[in-house]
């Protein structure tokens, strides 16, 4: 019985939170690792691009609220993405029109196109302040608890309860639909194949046809999307606060490099691997110790590596140690 405890007290504070914030990175990953391999450079916005599409959900949903729109028991956040994506759309795309696609036209280096990205970076920072402010937001609503820790004691007689939020079980639900459609999407479609030609050899691309401004945009297009929906997943599981996620460019691009920039499948492996990371670096472990271990063995430790202070520590320790010893990540893609 001890051991169930255990067993259940590290779903509780590892496997469910790992699995919820990993999605999330998992999606932020990807919109990265696609600008990298169609467009050919790290796009250091990606985060205030979350930020962005989420401020805009956030908005959408107060206003459904406020004429009594809901979702049942799911967040009403899900129906405001799809405009939110649609907004967020039209901002990366009038952002490359105006700013990204001189310097592509001019055959610019990557490394130019990374310095131009962080001063967009820094405009859209500014532009999301100014939309929704500074201050935490709290917009989740529906049913709290997917699973009732109370329910769940009732029913397995443990000690330890176990409880899913809802907007953690929607984490992995929506980022496994979104993978399912993003990779159906770059094998099945002409579009698709085109991405992935462009991003294999673009000489070859353009001289079998391809329209480069299409790939272009529906790249970005594709990015906004999942820029949207990894930053209102994050917003309904902890909350928004727009420097939050410019911190979250840090593990978003650990997660991408991890995998290998330009992989998808290598995106979603490193988001958790870099959530996972973090979680058991950082949790006690005591709680779970003291269900498998004798009470004389345990002292007075915490048995916790880091304080969660320097979960982001974790990312950039992980991040140096990819780029040290295998810097083209876990699927072996182009640096």
Known sequence: MDFLNALTAFANFILVP????????????LGVTLVFGVLRFSN???????????AFAILITWWFQSMGIGFGPLPTALL???????ITAALVLATDRVVYRFYRRQKAKPIVLVIVSAGVMFVMNGLVRMIIGTSEKIFADGARMALNPQDFKAWTGLTEPLAIKTTALVSVVVAVICVALLFWFLQKTRTGKSMRAYSDNEDLALLSGINPDKVVAVTWIITAALATIAGTLYGLDKSFRVFVYFGLLLPIFAAAIVGG???????????????FSELIVTYAWRKIAGYVLPESWLGDGLYQALSTDYKVAVSFVILIIVLLFKPTGIYGAKT
């Open 18 to 29: 790992g699995l919820a914030y990993g999605s999330q990175l998992a999606l932020g990953a």
């Open 44 to 54: 250091f916005a990606h985060g205030d691009t979350m930020a962005f599409g989420t």
């Open 80 to 86: 405001a993405l799809p405009f939110a994506i649609a």
């Open 261 to 275: 920039l330009g992989s998808p499948l290598g995106a979603i492996v490193g988001g958790y691997v870099i959530a």
